[in-house]
Nanobody, 122 residues
Framework: QVQLVESGGGLVQAGGSVRLSCAAS????????MGWFRQAPGKEREFVAS????????FYRDSVKDRFTISRDIAKNTVSLQMNSLAPEDTAVYFC???????????????WGQGTQVTVSS
């Protein structure tokens, strides 16, 4: 079982940038896919982005495609989410998660971090 710990959230003004990191304990295999999800108050958890640990591919939800970048650092065992041009609607708790399948459904991810709050003020 892998443990995931997110960091880097905070309060930022609209148009600003935040970089989230997810540190994983244990070795991440090339077959894993790492994802970022977010959950705003009163809303369901939604897919944001994912990356194959092998680095072969990445996926994004349409609303963040041109603003967010997911990446991974094999040496540091971390997955990052660079978020630019942030808007108030990006306000949410952001979660890092792991899966073995190419999916955007939260139920397909079996390991989750505790989440980190990102608040974008207008």
């Amino acid at each position: 079982q892998v443990q995931l710990v997110e960091s880097g959230g905070g309060l930022v003004q609209a148009g600003g940038s935040v970089r989230l990191s997810c540190a994983a304990s244990g070795r991440l295999l090339s077959s894993y896919i790492m994802g970022w999800f977010r959950q705003a108050p009163g809303k369901e958890r939604e897919f944001v982005a994912s990356i194959a640990w092998s680095g072969v591919y990445t996926f994004y939800r349409d609303s963040v495609k041109d603003r967010f970048t997911i990446s991974r650092d094999i040496a540091k065992n971390t997955v990052s989410l660079q978020m630019n041009s942030l808007a108030p609607e990006d306000t949410a708790v952001y979660f890092c998660a792991r899966t073995y399948v190419n999916s955007r459904r939260p139920e397909d991810f079996d390991s989750w971090g505790q989440g980190t709050q990102v608040t974008v003020s207008s």
